[in-house]
């Protein structure tokens, strides 16, 4: 088509006033800059995301089932049994999960007591993994049961592997308070100590095994609920449904995103209003291309009255102009595309952007980078292109060509 061979001439040609130039590299340079910032935000965002779901779903089940009333569950096997004659599971167990004060000599400390089986936690869980002093194993007898701590919560009760804490549960204490009974407690050997890399995980967080959990809690036979991983935790949401419609609405099935769906949330608002700000990067340089195709306009009015008198339409002068702003919005994407995806390898592999190990978990910032991510900043790059051009194209559109041709 000759109006894009003409743009490609008005573009790439040289200019009788070379301030025309200048404006067109600022405003490929000012649309490279917005393409490669959105880039790079998008993969940094990408990467604290990936950082945080690998966390979670690390120490979190991929599934867990409740009753629906918040009560307890009696009849788990029958559960577990129905679950796995739907489902492909890697793991599945019961599981308590209580409140409980944690006492050591020196300090007492509110905590979550987490009831699981030792035997398959390393199915269900990464905890086991990141059990970084000690092993996960209770080893309980009739006297003492085994406990493993998170680091933070073993730090304030300074505790360490082996040594003694008594846990007590909240079972018994109303009376305690207005009559002469003892709330429940149980003796714990501290076994193991691990890191989760999540700060809520390892200050609130403690496992002991299942048959003390029920004993500790007088929940009889009865647990909280039942907890699965599955192959594939991207089809958590699919396995959810089925799960929903073979149990009924007695039981309530949540995914790991349920878990934590208010952080996600507030993620992902966190994401698309950074896009949208880094967004005015490139709709600011947008108005550098109106300038430039505005003034290339004037520049070329004669040609235009040329054009128009040898038969071409209005719609062919727009599609010019059009195109030539398309082209600057092209390279714009092109140029910032390979700078943001430049940063991102260089973030990855040289870490030049450190973080503090003692104030964030990880060393260097995170970046994920997701290709679809480039297809949709170069999408928005080029619509805002687009939108820019239509005003100088629909005035070049408008010339009346005698006008045009007798324009020095």
């Not at 709330?183 to 076994?191: A, E």
């Not at 003034?295 to 128009?308: P, Y």
């Not at 008198?309 to 140029?335: P, Q």
Request: hydrophobic share 45%.
């Amino acid at each position: 088509m000759f109006e894009r061979f003409i743009a490609r001439r008005y573009l790439l040609s040289k200019r009788k006033v070379q301030f025309i130039t200048v404006i067109t590299l600022i405003s490929i340079a000012g649309l490279s800059v917005g393409v490669s910032a959105l880039i790079v935000m998008l993969s940094v965002f990408n990467g604290f995301n990936k950082f945080q779901v690998d966390t979670l779903t690390g120490f979190d089940p991929h599934i867990r089932i409740e009753a629906a009333s918040g009560m307890l569950v009696d009849d788990y096997n029958s559960v577990i049994s129905k679950v796995k004659s739907q489902l492909t599971v890697t793991e599945i167990a019961p599981f308590t999960i209580n409140k409980g004060v944690i006492s050591s000599k020196k300090n007492n400390i509110v905590a979550f007591v987490k009831g699981v089986d030792d035997k398959k936690i390393t199915g269900l869980s990464d905890v086991k993994d990141k059990t970084t002093l000690g092993d996960f194993e209770f080893n309980d007898n009739d006297e003492y049961g085994g406990v493993v701590l998170g680091n933070s919560l073993a730090a304030k009760l300074e505790a360490r592997v082996l040594d003694t804490v008594t846990v007590m549960s909240p079972v018994g204490m109303e009376k305690a308070l207005t009559q002469i009974v003892t709330p429940k407690t149980q003796r714990f050997v501290v076994r193991g100590i691990f890191d989760a890399n999540n700060r809520d995980y390892d200050k609130l967080y403690s496992f002991i095994s299942l048959p003390k959990s029920q004993s500790l809690y007088d929940l009889k036979n009865s647990v909280n609920g039942v907890e699965l991983r599955i192959s594939n935790i991207d089809n958590s949401g699919e396995e959810k449904e089925k799960l929903s419609a073979l149990l009924g609405a007695n039981y309530r099935v949540s995914t790991w995103y349920d878990l934590h769906e208010d952080l996600y949330s507030v993620m992902q608002v966190e994401r698309w209003t950074a896009f949208i700000i880094l967004s005015l990067i490139i709709a600011v340089a947008s108005f550098s291309i109106v300038g430039s195709l505005t003034m290339t306009v004037m520049e070329k009015k004669r040609d235009i009255g040329i054009l128009k008198a040898m038969g071409t339409k209005n719609s062919g002068i727009l599609k010019i102009f059009m195109f030539e702003g398309i082209l600057i919005g092209i390279y714009g994407t092109i140029i910032g595309s390979v700078i943001g995806l430049a940063v991102c390898l260089g973030q990855i592999k040289f870490k030049f952007y450190p973080l503090d190990g003692m104030v964030y978990s990880i060393d260097a910032l995170p970046v994920d980078i997701r290709y679809t991510d480039f297809i949709y900043v170069g999408i928005c790059a080029m619509i805002i292109s687009l939108l820019a051009s239509l005003y100088p194209a629909l005035r070049a559109a408008r010339q009346e060509p005698i006008k045009a041709i007798r324009w020095e």
